[in-house]
Each structure stands twice: as C-alpha cells, then as structure tokens.
Nanobody, 123 residues
Framework: QVQLVESGGGLVQAGGSLRLSCAASERTVNFSNMAWYRQAPGKGREFVARMTRAGYSESGGYSDYSDSVKDRFTISIDDAKNTVYLQMNGLKPEDTAIYYC???????????WGQGTQVTVSS
C-alpha cells in the first residue's frame, strides 16, 4: 500500500509563498505521474498541477497546470528524497483550500491519495 504524506501548509498573506511537500513511501520513479489537487470549502476537488513521468527518462518528465495557477505554481520531484513539491508563489485568497497529493503507480495504474494539507491565504 502506497502512502503519501503532505506537509508545508499553513496561513499566509496574499502575495506570499508556500512550498508543499508530499513524501512517498516508495520510490517516486515507480509512479507514472504525480499530481496536486485541491478542494476549497463547499467545492469539489480540482486539478492543480501534474508531473508525467511515464515515457521519460528517470529524471525527466512533463508538467502541466490548471489555468488558475499557471505561472505562479511549480511542481517538481526529487527522486533522491522520494518527494514531490509544489512551490506556490503569488498566493491569492482564492487559493485557500486543502491540497492533496495524488500518484499513479506505473505497473498497476492504481491511484493513491494523501490525507491533505490546509493552505489558507488571507487578504
């Protein structure tokens, strides 16, 4: 069973930055893609950012973002630490949400979720 543990959330003022971390219980190269989603109060879970690894060299990948965070957020993976990061700059109050890590295992195509970390942006 894969475990994903998020950390790094907190309270920040608008315009500030946070870096979220998601530590995986197994090697990150075992995943075809790793992603971040978020869920704001009263809303459904939405896609934020993804790093697709399948088809790339071990250190490579392709990243894509939702339009609402493009040019402000950056996803990255440190395979040596088995951790995926989400660097969030220029935070806005509408970024307030619980942020979840998601990963798809390459061999089984089964998806796994972390427990989430709260991000609150004050105006």
């Amino acid at each position: 069973q894969v475990q994903l543990v998020e950390s790094g959330g907190g309270l920040v003022q608008a315009g500030g930055s946070l870096r979220l971390s998601c530590a995986a219980s197994e090697r990150t190269v075992n995943f075809s893609n790793m992603a971040w989603y978020r869920q704001a109060p009263g809303k459904g879970r939405e896609f934020v950012a993804r790093m697709t690894r399948a088809g790339y060299s071990e250190s490579g990948g392709y990243s894509d973002y939702s339009d609402s965070v493009k040019d402000r957020f950056t996803i990255s993976i440190d395979d040596a630490k088995n951790t995926v990061y989400l660097q969030m700059n220029g935070l806005k109050p509408e970024d307030t949400a619980i942020y979840y890590c998601f990963a798809v295992r390459l061999t089984t195509m089964r998806g796994y979720w972390g427990q989430g970390t709260q991000v609150t942006v004050s105006s």
